[in-house]
């Protein structure tokens, strides 16, 4: 059974870097031709999706926040991170992890930017 | 870009009722559409994906059609654990795009 587990810093200061992990396990997360993606959802809003990166290394970002985005792949440690930089207030958010399309999804990590 | 709208974004049901949520694409995204449930303080669940087809697991209750650019998903007898919030998703091969959902509470 694959099981996607976030983690990382849950307070973040503004104008720093945010930084999260995924780790995965029940997969090997550089066989086959999946996709692995971020999203998130701010309190009481809808989904954003930020991202997804390749078992082989390739990236799709939203535009939106292509420019602060940056994703990677840990083989080594089966975990595939986001890091988001300068972030503010509008960056607090529950930040999903999930495996291409169909999941699973990882149980969402609240991220609050705040000094 | 393509927008992705649903509608009603609230709707209040009695268990037993049949639910009709309807999303709308801005433009033809052809079969290339998902449905989630999601319920508070937990990670979205996908029910029906490529417009209509049900993910393993899902009951036959819920239903999805549509193609181009309107879809509709269909609880056919709403159950309790039916009480969540819906979002329709538009995927293709670069990104995902979601609708503003429709959440579904009990009249």
């Known amino acids: 059974q694959v099981q996607l587990q976030e983690s990382g810093p849950r307070l973040v200061e503004p104008s720093q870097t945010l930084s999260l992990k995924c780790t995965v396990s029940g997969d090997s997360i550089s066989s086959g031709y999946w996709y692995w993606n971020w999203l998130r959802q701010p309190a009481g809003k809808g989904l954003e999706y930020i991202g997804r990166i390749y078992a082989r290394g390739g990236t799709d970002y939203n535009p939106s926040l292509k420019s602060r985005v940056t994703m990677s792949v840990d083989a080594s440690n089966n975990q595939f991170s986001l890091r988001l930089t300068s972030v503010t207030a509008a960056d607090t958010a529950v930040y999903y992890c999930?495996?291409?399309?169909?999941?699973?999804w990882g149980q969402g990590i609240l991220v609050t930017v705040s000094s | 870009d393509i927008q992705m709208t649903q509608s009603p974004s609230t709707l209040s049901a009695s268990v037993g009722d049949r639910v009709t949520i309807t999303c709308r694409a801005s433009q033809s995204i052809s079969s290339w559409l998902a449905w989630y449930q999601q319920k508070p303080g937990k990670a979205p669940k996908v029910l029906i994906y490529m417009a209509s087809t049900l993910e393993s697991g899902v009951p036959s209750r819920f239903s999805g059609s549509g193609s181009g650019t309107e879809f509709t998903l269909t609880i056919s007898s709403l159950q309790p654990g039916d009480f969540a919030t819906y979002y329709c998703q538009h995927y293709n091969t670069f990104s995902w795009t979601f609708g503003q959902g429709t959440k579904v509470e009990i009249k």
């Open positions: 999930t495996k291409d399309l169909l999941g699973p």
